[in-house]
């Protein structure tokens, strides 16, 4: 069955630091996403990204975050100046078309900033 | 802003029993309601996907129904068994693009053997 890759699983940075973390998506999908959740709390969702920009982002997602779709295959979440706070698991997910579809969501990736 | 509550935020069961974890949303114009398992540690799994213009859904010992009017959906797991223990996320699309689900903080369920 296809699925969501994200990399790495686990990253340790310090504070102020940069951060790349990657996703492929389901190849035929169109529409992706990133959301994140903090140890012991909801997910959240951050950012939608559709043909090539951004569709939808929430508060959380500010001037630190950017998305990227460098090439056919990969989809990037980068924050530019890590904060504690910023210490949570980041999901990705794609659908193959709008809302009706059901999501499918990656593995994740925990990040843990010191 | 929608708001997504589960209740209970965790239940503990033995095997071989029906339950039903309870999720309640605080708009009622959804575009459709998706339920998550996830694994501690893991990734969501998603286990049913129903659209605001149906009543309910099924697969396999999992049924989720919709009360779209009354903010309201429940997940019913027949005859539990210890493999279903997990957290189970309930969430919400309240538009038909690219919008973000709004997720509830979940039922952990631990099932006994």
């Known amino acids: 069955e296809p699925e969501v890759t994200q990399t790495p699983s686990h990253q340790v940075t310090q504070m102020g630091q940069e951060v790349i973390l990657r996703c492929v998506p389901i190849s035929n999908h169109l529409y992706f996403y990133w959301y994140r959740q903090i140890l012991g709390q909801k997910v959240e969702f951050l950012v939608s990204f559709y043909n090539n920009e951004i569709s939808e982002k929430s508060e959380i997602f500010d001037d630190q975050f950017s998305v990227e779709r460098p090439d056919g295959s990969n989809f990037t979440l980068k924050i530019r100046s890590t904060k504690l706070e910023d210490s949570a698991m980041y999901f990705c997910a794609s659908n193959e078309g709008a809302g009706a579809n059901v999501l499918t969501f990656g593995a994740g990736s925990r990040l843990t900033v010191l | 802003k929608q708001e997504v509550t589960q209740i209970p935020a965790a239940l503990s069961v033995p095997e071989g029993e029906n339950l039903v974890l309870n999720c309640s949303f605080t708009?009622?114009?959804?575009?459709?309601l998706q339920w998550f398992r996830q694994d501690p540690g893991k990734g969501l799994t998603s286990l049913l996907l129903?659209?605001?213009?149906?009543r309910e859904q099924t697969s396999g010992r999992l049924n989720a129904s919709l009360d779209k009017s009354s903010g309201r959906s429940t997940l019913y797991i027949a005859a539990s068994q210890p493999g279903d223990s997990a957290t189970y996320l309930c969430a919400v699309r309240s538009g038909g693009g690219a919008d973000g689900l709004t997720f509830g903080k979940g039922t952990h369920l631990i099932i006994q053997p």
């Open positions: 708009d009622s114009a959804i575009y459709n």
């Open positions: 129903i659209q605001s213009s149906q």
